[in-house]
């Protein structure tokens, strides 16, 4: 599976973003999928959990409210749509691809996209 990553950009506090992850190669039905972010000098956080085929998601406490994903079937792409954006926002953002349902963990994650940078000013 390769996955790619975009929509990252420079936003000001209380805005929004929509990233996109694009996949392809093998049948993405069969995994799910995960947003997960890194900040400079911070492990690898986890943001949301879900699928490439229905709504059900799993979300961090921290993005509750303010992210969403959705997703288009077609043309197997999951969007994360990010409002209310906060400076703590601020990060690289990873989506991945696994077997594990639902996983917050990242090393349960076998394939991974490039990641978009997204930094949100103050």
């Known amino acids: 599976v390769q996955l790619q990553a975009s929509g990252g950009g420079l936003v000001q506090a209380g805005g929004s973003l929509r990233l996109s992850c694009a996949a392809s190669g093998r049948t993405v039905s069969r995994y799910y999928m995960g947003w997960f972010r890194q900040a400079p000098g911070k492990e690898r956080e986890f943001v949301i959990a879900?699928?490439?085929?229905?709504?059900?998601?799993v979300y961090a406490d921290s993005v509750k409210g303010r992210f969403t994903i959705s997703r288009d079937n077609a043309k197997n792409t999951v969007y994360l749509q990010m409002n209310s954006l906060k400076p703590e926002d601020t990060a690289v953002y990873y989506c991945?691809?696994?077997?594990?349902?639902?996983?917050?963990?990242?090393?349960?994650?076998?394939?991974w996209g490039r990641g978009t940078q997204v930094t949100v000013s103050s």
């Open positions: 879900g699928t490439w085929t229905s709504d059900n998601a």
């Open positions: 991945a691809c696994g077997r594990v349902p639902y996983s917050i963990y990242s090393q349960r994650y076998d394939y």
